[in-house]
């Protein structure tokens, strides 16, 4: 099999881990919530299921580029700014601060999931920019 075909099969299967991940931490804003903090069952497990999966797509993606030269089409960079929100917004969500609020948690997972639907539709629609 072709090593770019396995690399994207890869980077698919670790961005499907992700929604998975996303969605169960996610319950963790909602049930059983302590405080200002995330429900704390499971939460290691939790932790390092997303960051296997962040870690998967971050390497594959990087192997991918190296395989295609680094030459790109014009909505990759769309999709990098939406992969550092999708990030960024995550940390804010999960980072171990009680004086971040619940309603500031949720809302970071409220952007990181609409990072996430806008990251795939584009990779669905592949629009050309230029």
Do not use: C
Request: hydrophobic share 60%; glycine share 6%; aromatic share 8%.
């Amino acid at each position: 099999m072709d090593l770019q075909l396995t690399v994207k099969i890869v980077h698919m299967i670790a961005v499907t881990l992700l929604i998975g991940a996303i969605i169960a931490r996610g319950l963790t804003l909602f049930i059983g919530v302590r405080g200002n903090q995330p429900n704390p069952v499971a939460r290691k497990l939790l932790v390092a299921w997303q960051h296997l999966a962040m870690t998967i797509i971050i390497l594959t993606g990087l192997t991918s580029l190296v395989i295609k030269n680094f030459e790109v089409q014009s909505w990759f960079y769309a999709k990098i700014i939406l992969f550092l929100v999708l990030f960024s917004s995550l940390i804010k969500a999960y980072k171990k601060d009680d004086s971040i609020l619940l309603a500031q948690r949720r809302a970071g997972l409220t952007i990181a999931v609409v990072a996430l639907i806008a990251l795939i539709s584009l990779v669905m629609i592949k629009p050309n920019f230029g």
